[in-house]
């Protein structure tokens, strides 16, 4: 009699990290998940804050919609260094501690990156005199400027203000600085009305896709308060003076931390003449948009593949 044949090995076990009620409205997850396990692999969500999580138990974890991480960030930060010990984390610490503050651009534009002007303040004693300099000093063409923490996700307590609204501005950004945050300023650039934001996404350094986002912030000083603002979202064709920038960005960050993140999104928009400047990088939750590129899920599902099994052969 022929001895029973050994049970097949289960799957690698996949944790995508994700938020309290973020999962639900996370619209990558119905094309990433049959992705993942069309290429034999076990993709799971968790909540990263909940503490019966088993995140040793997993080949990967891969932080996807921790949307609500904002307002601790601290927290996230320890969570993230806590699970790099127990489990391969995609994008590692060092990557989510420098890119959930926004004043990466900081070190991007002395990096020589092209940027969208940016000013930031700090300290809840900042006087309402020194925040109305620093928005004056940044209206954009239009007369336009913006307001948001350097700590957020979706446009949330972000508003835009016009030359007569400053006011307004002002109380936004005591807001901010009284929560113990910095508060942003940058000018609002007429391109985004007329052609929206160009977003490029990333696998493992590798190009996949873009895709054009329209206007979000309303004018006249409307801010998002809930999770996220709701985006409009459409397929677009890089240029070539979009794609040359993402790739000088993803240069430098490569070579800032060792390696090419697993997942990057570059968010571009044009300056005055034309030209692309950056302002936003998304290391840390981005949405891919998968649904704007059909091939799109298949390349982002054989991305974590592969770094699931570079990861397992490093630990071997």
Same mark, same amino acid.
């Given at each position: 009699?022929?001895?029973?044949? *050994?049970?097949? +090995?289960?799957?690698?076990?996949?944790?995508? /990290?994700?938020?309290?009620?973020?999962?639900?409205?996370?619209?990558?997850?119905?094309?990433?998940?049959?992705?993942?396990?069309?290429?034999?692999?076990?993709?799971?969500?968790?909540?990263?804050?909940?503490?019966?999580?088993?995140?040793?138990?997993?080949?990967?974890?891969?932080?996807?919609?921790?949307?609500?991480?904002?307002?601790?960030?601290?927290?996230?930060?320890?969570?993230?260094?806590?699970?790099?010990?127990?489990?391969?984390?995609?994008?590692?610490?060092?990557?989510?501690?420098?890119? %959930?503050?926004?004043?990466?651009? &900081?070190?991007? &534009?002395?990096?020589?990156?092209?940027?969208?002007?940016?000013?930031? $303040?700090?300290?809840? &004693?900042?006087?309402?005199?020194?925040?109305?300099?620093? $928005?004056? *000093?940044?209206?954009?063409?239009?007369?336009?400027?913006?307001?948001?923490?350097?700590?957020?996700?979706?446009?949330?307590?972000?508003?835009?203000?016009?030359?007569?609204?400053?006011?307004?501005?002002?109380?936004?950004?005591?807001?901010?600085?009284?929560?113990?945050?910095?508060?942003?300023?940058?000018?609002?650039?007429?391109?985004?009305?007329?052609?929206?934001?160009?977003?490029?996404?990333?696998?493992?350094?590798?190009? *996949?896709?873009?895709?054009?986002?329209? +206007?979000?912030? /309303?004018?006249?000083?409307? %801010?998002?308060?809930?999770?996220?603002?709701?985006?409009?979202?459409?397929?677009?064709?890089?240029?070539?003076?979009?794609?040359?920038?993402?790739?000088?960005?993803?240069? $430098?960050?490569?070579?800032?931390?060792?390696?090419?993140?697993?997942?990057?999104?570059?968010?571009?928009?044009?300056?005055?003449?034309?030209?692309?400047?950056?302002?936003? $990088?998304?290391? %840390?939750?981005?949405?891919?948009?998968?649904?704007?590129?059909?091939? /799109?899920?298949?390349?982002?599902?054989?991305?974590?593949?592969?770094?699931?099994?570079?990861?397992? *052969?490093?630990?071997?």
């Amino acid at each position: 009699m022929q001895p029973d044949a *050994s049970p097949d +090995p289960p799957p690698p076990l996949v944790l995508l /990290a994700t938020g309290t009620d973020c999962w639900e409205v996370d619209e990558d997850a119905p094309l990433l998940l049959p992705a993942l396990r069309a290429l034999g692999v076990n993709p799971v969500p968790a909540i990263w804050h909940d503490r019966t999580v088993d995140w040793a138990a997993a080949d990967l974890v891969v932080v996807r919609s921790t949307w609500d991480y904002t307002l601790r960030r601290d927290e996230f930060i320890q969570w993230a260094e806590s699970v790099a010990l127990l489990s391969e984390l995609a994008n590692p610490p060092a990557v989510l501690r420098w890119n %959930t503050d926004k004043r990466y651009l &900081e070190d991007l &534009e002395r990096d020589g990156i092209a940027v969208v002007r940016t000013a930031f $303040l700090s300290g809840a &004693e900042t006087g309402a005199e020194e925040i109305r300099d620093a $928005l004056t *000093s940044n209206l954009g063409p239009s007369g336009e400027v913006v307001v948001k923490p350097s700590i957020s996700a979706g446009s949330k307590d972000t508003g835009r203000f016009g030359s007569v609204q400053l006011d307004a501005a002002v109380v936004l950004a005591q807001q901010i600085l009284r929560g113990d945050r910095t508060a942003m300023i940058q000018p609002y650039l007429p391109s985004v009305d007329q052609r929206g934001e160009t977003g490029l996404v990333y696998f493992a350094g590798r190009y *996949s896709h873009a895709f054009n986002k329209g +206007p979000l912030l /309303a004018p006249g000083g409307e %801010t998002e308060h809930g999770l996220f603002a709701l985006e409009s979202i459409s397929e677009h064709r890089a240029t070539e003076a979009e794609l040359a920038a993402g790739a000088e960005i993803l240069d $430098l960050v490569t070579a800032r931390f060792g390696a090419a993140p697993l997942y990057s999104r570059v968010d571009l928009v044009e300056d005055p003449h034309g030209e692309p400047v950056l302002l936003e $990088l998304e290391l %840390t939750e981005p949405s891919w948009f998968l649904t704007t590129d059909a091939s /799109a899920p298949a390349r982002a599902a054989a991305a974590l593949v592969d770094h699931l099994r570079k990861s397992s *052969s490093r630990r071997a």
